[in-house]
């Protein structure tokens, strides 16, 4: 076996191979090498490895091997029935389960004991202080990054296999024992020749044939019941795919780094965010050598507190993160529990582990931002078309009935911001909808929702009063005033206009949300703003708001006459003159709302009326700005005229009206 060195500009290698232990398992050469480091390879007569999941190979594998299944089919069934029993007689028996840690330790070696696809379902409930007790929460806890390790021979040989080298001729120092095990593989902490600190991933073995089988049945009853309960209109079978493929490359050391350092390209700019470096010369498929990070789990808030720290703004952070992962790139991290989010002694949030990776496609979050939207706002005809949009409903549903079962769902707000809801309250409402009407769960979703509600269940154990939701909207604000693409300018336009008419108090609470994002920059609203309205795009929204701006002026015109009549009315006493009507109610609560815009730009980050000037002087040299005041002065030029003819036509009428009838005096 030896090593060697790709260099920086190596083309990829193209090639398929099949692994010779099983059919199950499609093998394909490693596709890229990035060209800003080298990367160490093995060769033994075989190309670099990446494993890919097909579920037609793993069929066809297992197909032939019954007794296999049957064995691996009650080496589950067996401890878990055993253990529900248990739980069973506990209950009759008078004993309080959820305070019972006896029956959690037992739950936690049931699940360690049928291995790593059980060990996930594990961690993911771990992460739910809503739903599991205490306890069971303590021990469930233990399952990512404290399970049984593997002997140390198998993990060096697994180190000499994968670098070419003994474990003492590639690190200069590596922990006696595992710092921590997973699902997938124990980590050591080590030392490099150079004197960098690191963690190596060394991977479990044969672990690839028994998250396999398990993946197959699991297939196998998905597709049963996806077939025999009509109720489940859901492609459970597309789901467990979907997981399938997550898993094989989360089994892939090489694939995970270059995950890191993509989720660095995107994300490693934000502020209090840290990612480790990967040392590629010391990476391969089944061993990863990363930056060692010093830092202490987010549900350990106690220790947290004590390094001066503050557990909720890191959480508030990732967060952000998060809604830049789902809603901007698309490229976001699947597994976001405790063991993978450290705050490090400097008081920044470290992702750890970027196995579990997955993305959006654009359509699918600019959906999920006009969801978001409409949810907040209460628009739940417009909520039923988001789901059309996501591929939850066909687009022949009939969406009818489904708009006021929308109602229903967030009925229990009574008037509260929806945002003040939670992300699982919302999720288990849904799902009981779900069954009610026609709609499927399109696969990308469960990867997504396990994503936001395990960050949540972290949020909730720091601070049970917080509101992923809360949170979120001032980003999602942010994206629909400033972002150009045209499904969100279709989305802006939507919110703020409803029957022809402006919803000022929709753009007041746009702008008040979006001013709490860090991100937000006026200065790009105002000059994105120009840009869309003096471009064809905008026209339709352009012609409201001349309406809406020849409203205001009427009002604040009615308002100053009313107020003149009036004083010279009651105060000097000429009766003569009659007293002008003020601006209806309407009117008068436009002018209040663009009152409290003006006075929330004025307080938005960015404003600064010394700087403001200039910047206005420079926006009217703006081509897009010129061009935007013609039109403007046009249309307000076009429409002053139609309503003064509109008025004189209409005193005519009155007039000839007195000639023709006159009163008649008593």
């Known amino acids: 076996m030896t090593v060697k060195t790709l260099p920086p500009n190596s083309r990829p290698i193209e090639g398929e191979l099949q692994l010779k232990d099983t059919q199950a398992l499609v093998v394909r050469s490693s596709g890229t090498v990035s060209p800003e480091r080298p990367q160490v390879l093995v060769t033994n007569n075989l190309e670099p490895e990446t494993i890919v999941y097909d579920p037609v190979a793993v069929a066809e594998h297992y197909r032939h091997r019954p007794l296999q299944v049957l064995r691996r089919i009650f080496a589950v069934l067996g401890p878990t029935f055993s253990f529900v029993f248990g739980l069973w007689w506990d209950i009759k028996r008078g004993v309080v389960v959820k305070n019972d840690r006896r029956r959690a330790i037992q739950l936690k070696e049931l699940l360690t004991q049928l291995g790593p696809a059980y060990i996930k379902i594990g961690q993911a409930l771990s992460t739910r202080p809503d739903l599991v007790p205490p306890i069971y929460l303590e021990e469930l806890t233990r399952l990512q990054d404290q399970l049984p390790a593997f002997p140390n021979e198998i993990a060096y040989q697994f180190i000499q296999e994968e670098l070419g080298q003994p474990p003492e001729e590639v690190y200069a120092e590596l922990s006696a024992q595992p710092i921590a095990a997973a699902s997938l593989g124990q980590v050591y902490k080590g030392k490099l020749k150079t004197g960098e600190e690191v963690a190596v991933k060394v991977q479990r073995?044969?672990?690839?044939?028994?998250?396999?089988?398990?993946?197959?049945?699991?297939?196998?009853?998905?597709?049963?019941?996806?077939?025999?309960?009509?109720?489940?209109?859901?492609?459970?079978?597309?789901?467990?795919?979907?997981?399938?493929?997550?898993?094989?490359?989360?089994?892939?050391?090489?694939?995970?780094?270059?995950?890191?350092?993509?989720?660095?390209?995107?994300?490693?700019?934000?502020?209090?965010?840290?990612?480790?470096?990967?040392?590629?010369?010391?990476?391969?498929?089944?061993?990863?050598?990363?930056?060692?990070?010093?830092?202490?789990?987010?549900?350990?808030?106690?220790?947290?507190?004590?390094?001066?720290?503050?557990?909720?703004?890191?959480?508030?952070?990732?967060?952000?993160?998060?809604?830049?992962?789902?809603?901007?790139?698309?490229?976001?991290?699947?597994?976001?529990?405790?063991?993978?989010?450290?705050?490090?002694?400097?008081?920044?949030?470290?992702?750890?582990?970027?196995?579990?990776?997955?993305?959006?496609?654009?359509?699918?979050?600019?959906?999920?931002?006009?969801?978001?939207?409409?949810?907040?706002?209460?628009?739940?005809?417009?909520?039923?078309?988001?789901?059309?949009?996501?591929?939850?409903?066909?687009?022949?549903?009939?969406?009818?009935?489904?708009?006021?079962?929308?109602?229903?769902?967030?009925?229990?707000?009574?008037?509260?911001?929806?945002?003040?809801?939670?992300?699982?309250?919302?999720?288990?409402?849904?799902?009981?909808?779900?069954?009610?009407?026609?709609?499927?769960?399109?696969?990308y979703y469960a990867l997504i929702i396990r994503s936001l509600v395990t960050l949540e269940g972290i949020a909730i154990y720091i601070d049970p009063n917080f509101k992923v939701l809360s949170e979120a909207y001032p980003y999602v604000a942010k994206r629909l005033l400033t972002d150009p693409a045209p499904e969100l300018r279709i989305s802006l336009r939507d919110l703020l206009f409803k029957d022809g008419r402006f919803r000022w108090n929709r753009l007041e609470n746009l702008l008040r949300n979006a001013r709490k994002n860090q991100d937000y920059d006026l200065n790009l609203v105002v000059n994105q703003g120009v840009d869309f309205l003096s471009s064809e795009r905008g026209s339709f929204i352009r012609d409201k708001l001349v309406d809406e701006f020849l409203n205001g002026i009427n009002a604040l015109s009615k308002n100053v006459l009313h107020n003149f009549t009036y004083l010279l009315r009651e105060r000097v006493g000429i009766t003569a003159i009659n007293e002008t009507p003020a601006a209806t109610v309407e009117q008068q609560q436009t002018l209040e709302h663009i009152k409290n815009i003006l006075n929330i730009l004025r307080e938005t980050r960015g404003f600064d009326p010394a700087q403001f000037a200039p910047q206005v002087a420079q926006l009217a040299f703006n081509p897009g700005v010129q061009r935007l005041g013609q039109q403007v002065a046009n249309q307000l030029v076009q429409k002053a005229t139609v309503r003064l003819i509109r008025e004189l036509l209409t005193a005519e009428e009155v007039k000839s009206s007195e000639i023709e009838y006159p009163a008649t005096r008593v």
Request: aromatic share 12%; net charge negative.
């Open 205 to 443: 073995p044969d672990l690839r044939e028994r998250i396999t089988i398990d993946l197959y049945i699991l297939r196998g009853l998905a597709a049963w019941v996806q077939k025999k309960v009509k109720r489940v209109r859901s492609d459970l079978v597309g789901i467990l795919d979907e997981l399938g493929d997550r898993i094989f490359e989360e089994m892939d050391y090489i694939h995970e780094g270059e995950n890191a350092e993509r989720f660095f390209q995107l994300y490693g700019h934000i502020q209090d965010i840290y990612v480790p470096r990967i040392y590629w010369e010391y990476t391969n498929r089944r061993v990863l050598t990363m930056e060692w990070i010093n830092g202490t789990k987010l549900t350990q808030t106690a220790e947290i507190s004590a390094q001066g720290i503050d557990a909720r703004y890191l959480i508030e952070v990732g967060v952000q993160c998060s809604l830049r992962q789902l809603l901007e790139h698309g490229f976001f991290h699947a597994d976001p529990h405790p063991g993978n989010l450290l705050a490090t002694p400097d008081g920044k949030l470290a992702y750890l582990d970027f196995g579990m990776m997955s993305e959006i496609k654009p359509p699918q979050r600019y959906g999920l931002i006009e969801a978001i939207v409409h949810v907040v706002n209460r628009d739940f005809e417009g909520l039923a078309k988001d789901y059309v949009k996501l591929d939850f409903l066909s687009p022949e549903t009939d969406l009818t009935p489904i708009i006021p079962a929308f109602g229903k769902v967030f009925a229990n707000a009574q008037g509260a911001s929806v945002a003040e809801f939670n992300i699982k309250s919302i999720t288990d409402e849904l799902s009981e909808l779900m069954y009610e009407y026609p709609f499927r769960v399109p696969p």
